[in-house]
């Protein structure tokens, strides 16, 4: 079946630095590929997303490219802050003609950002 | 805009209760899913409906749970006979059906600890 895999965490990083998440999945068929943030006790929220090969999703600095070659969505960001730290997500969705969307994720990737 | 909706965002229960969670989704939105995410893992697709009717339950489902949207509208999931093992965030989500129809968007969740 479906699945996701996220590199462990935690990733701990100082402020301004560069960082990488990665992701890769398995799929039947071309899904579509997400990044979600979770905040300490709180819901999932949508960060970016891709619904095709070489597209690139973005939002509020961070960044995936969607690579079909190498199955991967790798989320990247710059210049992290504090206010970055949260787990963060990579899952995949079938493709629409599938007749709904069910979300298969990865583990998550605690991020941590020190001042 | 009003995201959303999950009550209550914690309970705490004794092995054996049973529980209720309340979903409101988003307005417009005519897909609703409800997922479980235990400590450490990523959330796991339990059920799926479309308008009122639930058309995809996972095995993850077992006969103690029963969820229903008998209006189209809100929904709510229930758990007979709570174990220890039920303790986790349940986390309601809703989408279109058409259009950025594969967008999923996460209310905050419904934490059960069962003691």
């Known amino acids: 079946g479906d699945s996701v895999t996220q590199m462990e965490g935690p990733v701990t990083l100082s402020e301004e630095a560069f960082l990488t998440i990665n992701c890769t999945y398995t799929?039947?068929?071309?899904?579509?590929l997400f990044w979600y943030v979770q905040y300490p006790g709180e819901g999932l929220q949508l960060l970016l997303k891709?619904?095709?090969?070489?597209d690139k999703g973005s939002n509020k600095g961070f960044e995936a490219t969607y690579r079909k070659e190498t199955t991967s969505f790798h989320l990247e960001k710059g210049s992290v802050q504090v206010s970055d730290s949260a787990v963060y997500f990579c899952?995949?969705?079938?493709?629409?003609?599938?007749?709904?969307?069910?979300?298969?994720f990865g583990t998550g990737t605690r991020l941590l950002v020190s001042p | 805009d009003t995201g959303v909706s999950q009550n209550p965002r914690h309970k705490i229960t004794k092995r054996g209760q049973n529980v209720t969670f309340r979903c409101d989704p988003i307005?417009?939105?005519?897909?609703l899913y409800w997922y479980r995410q235990t400590l450490g893992q990523g959330p796991e697709f339990l059920t799926y409906?479309?308008?009122?009717?639930?058309?995809?339950k996972s095995r993850l489902l077992s006969d103690r749970f029963s969820a229903e949207r008998p209006k189209g509208s809100f929904s709510t999931l229930e758990i007979q006979r709570t174990e220890q093992g039920d303790s986790a965030m349940y986390l309601c989500?809703?989408?279109?059906?058409?259009?950025?129809?594969?967008?999923?968007?996460f209310g905050e969740g419904s934490w059960l600890t069962v003691v």
């Open positions: 989500a809703s989408s279109e059906s058409q259009g950025r129809g594969n967008t999923i968007y």
């Open positions: 799929a039947t068929g071309y899904p579509s």
């Open positions: 891709a619904t095709k090969a070489d």
């Open positions: 899952a995949l969705s079938g493709p629409k003609n599938t007749g709904f969307q069910k979300l298969v």
């Open positions: 307005s417009e939105h005519n897909r």
């Open positions: 409906f479309q308008n009122e009717a639930q058309l995809e």
